[in-house]
């Protein structure tokens, strides 16, 4: 059974920098694909980013482009998000979410994830 765990969040504020940790359970942590979605009330969940199973690939969304960078440490089987230059629209609860994957480009849609964290609030005050 794979398991994941998020830590990291926080209240910020604008322009300031905050890393996410995701912690990994399971057996084939490196063939999993990686990813963090953030959603805020109200909102539908968004792509952050993700990074194949050879850290080779690594997707942003449009909003974090040039401001987010993701990675992952397969002998600590963790996968982390650092934020910097955070804006107040940056507000939402993060998740971390993994997919057993056969290629190294990770998919960028939710509905494609099969395994969950339970989600860390980030909150950046203007």
């Known amino acids: 059974q794979v398991l994941l765990r998020e830590s990291g969040g926080g209240l910020v504020q604008a322009g300031d920098s905050l890393r996410l940790s995701c912690s990994v359970s399971?057996?084939?942590?490196?063939?999993?694909?990686l990813a963090w979605f953030r959603q805020s009330p109200g909102k539908e969940r968004e792509f952050v980013a993700t990074?194949?199973?050879?850290?080779?690939?690594?997707y942003y969304g449009d909003s974090v482009k040039g401001r987010f960078t993701i990675s992952r440490d397969n002998n600590g089987r963790t996968v982390n998000l650092q934020m910097n230059s955070l804006e107040p629209e940056d507000t939402a609860v993060y998740f971390c979410?993994?997919?057993?994957?056969?290629?190294?480009?990770?998919?960028?849609?939710?509905?494609?994830?099969?395994?969950w964290g339970q989600g860390t609030q980030v909150t950046v005050s203007s």
């Open positions: 399971g057996p084939t942590f490196n063939q999993y694909s």
């Open positions: 979410a993994g997919v057993y994957s056969r290629t190294t480009s990770p998919p960028k849609s939710a509905g494609e994830y099969t395994h």
């Open positions: 990074i194949g199973r050879a850290s080779v690939v690594k």
